[in-house]
């Protein structure tokens, strides 16, 4: 989302009378690759661009393709495959080995329909928002690769394909349901093909941290490299000027029930203090928290865990799966900065579904086949 928000900004500071615009998007992945599916370029046509569609190497052609794109007002896909030894193919020699479809599309500035105004209106959800593309089709309408629909527009991508809404809805529930986007192919009843890109968007981690301490002035750096939403919740006199600026709420210790929890966040208690995490973990285990982290060593969890069992709580701590004590990957951080990193990885981990370890132990790919 954060690079979203970048080429947001780029995107509004466009002066449209005078400059145009196309949008570059990794809509096909297979092998290795830097980025994947939804990584974003957006460039003007004076050369400038901002977002990245891979670790560097393929930016200066795609920006020429993009610049096409604009010449022509036209969309188009190119592809870059470097997993053949081949010397004069770009990224050769960069360790990519993948192969990645970039479709290139012209942004109409004065269209409020365009895509990057659809990017804006989803910046700020708290939930997954969905975007279909058509990539390409063997229907006769060779203006419809390119084109872009939302939920909303489902009837009218139907009308266009000939197709029931009934298939997208299931195509898109099955993004949902997997957190990942995906290439479908579709027929009609005329036999015509859509190759078609069901993009699951979600939204920013929203990051709670329930303390006042120097440590969560650390944590919020890193919230904010990472573009993440964030929310604290402390006492009052303790919380500085840095946590006012850079959280997006801050809460009073007593209004922890009053903040809003839903599928992408994540709660760190680091108060320090023993008895407030406790009333804090309380108060969390009556929500469907996805990931809540405690600082501390093992044996503070099992003392809380003690209390909670002297004072009627159904729960055992170490059998639910959203919660981590010790909160962080074991990396030997020592500093509040590397323990804010530990703390961040742990929870992007968690939210990805995957273990945390060294990828070098990792068997097969590092991404999954989408």
Not at 115 to 125: A, P, V
Not at 201 to 228: F, H, Q
Not at 295 to 313: C, H, N, V
Request: overall charge neutral; charged content about 30%; some cysteine.
């Amino acid at each position: 989302m954060k690079e979203i928000e970048k080429i947001i900004a780029e995107y509004q500071a466009v002066d449209w009378s005078r400059e145009k615009a196309a949008l570059g998007t990794v809509v096909k992945v297979e092998g290795s690759a830097y980025r994947r599916i939804g990584a974003r370029m957006f460039v003007k046509d004076n050369g400038m661009w901002v977002g990245g569609i891979s670790g560097g190497c393929l930016e200066g052609d795609a920006l020429r393709h993009a610049q096409k794109a604009i010449l022509r007002n036209k969309s188009s896909i190119v592809v870059y495959d470097t997993t053949e030894d081949d010397p004069h193919q770009i990224g050769v020699g960069l360790g990519c080995n993948g192969r990645i479809e970039v479709l290139f599309t012209p942004v109409d500035g004065k269209n409020a329909d365009n895509q990057i105004e659809f990017l804006r209106t989803i910046t700020d959800k708290r939930e997954a928002s969905v975007l279909l593309q058509i990539l390409s089709t063997t229907a006769v309408n060779s203006d419809l690769p390119g084109r872009f629909f939302t939920k909303s527009d489902l009837k009218k991508l139907a009308e266009i394909s000939d197709i029931p809404t009934a298939i997208f809805r299931e195509k898109i529930n099955y993004a949902y349901r997997r957190r990942k986007s995906k290439v479908f192919d579709v027929k009609n009843e005329k036999g015509e093909a859509f190759e078609i890109l069901v993009e699951l968007i979600r939204p920013k981690i929203k990051l709670i941290c329930i303390g006042d301490n120097y440590d969560v002035n650390a944590m919020s750096e890193t919230a904010e490299v990472l573009g993440w939403e964030l929310v604290v919740a402390g006492k009052m006199r303790k919380l500085g000027k840095v946590i006012h600026r850079k959280a997006k709420r801050v809460f009073a210790l007593e209004q922890i029930d009053a903040i809003a929890i839903d599928d992408f966040t994540a709660v760190v208690l680091m108060s320090h203090d023993y008895k407030t995490d406790l009333d804090a973990l309380k108060k969390l285990l009556k929500k469907d928290v996805p990931y809540l982290g405690l600082l501390g060593p093992k044996k503070r969890m099992q003392k809380m865990q003690e209390e909670l069992d002297a004072q009627g709580f159904n729960v055992d701590l170490s059998e639910k799966s959203n919660i981590f004590g010790p909160v962080g990957l074991d990396i030997g951080a020592e500093s509040p900065e590397e323990i804010s990193l530990s703390i961040a990885a742990e929870i992007v981990a968690a939210f990805r579904k995957r273990e945390g370890g060294f990828l070098r132990e990792r068997e097969g790919s590092i991404h999954e086949r989408i």
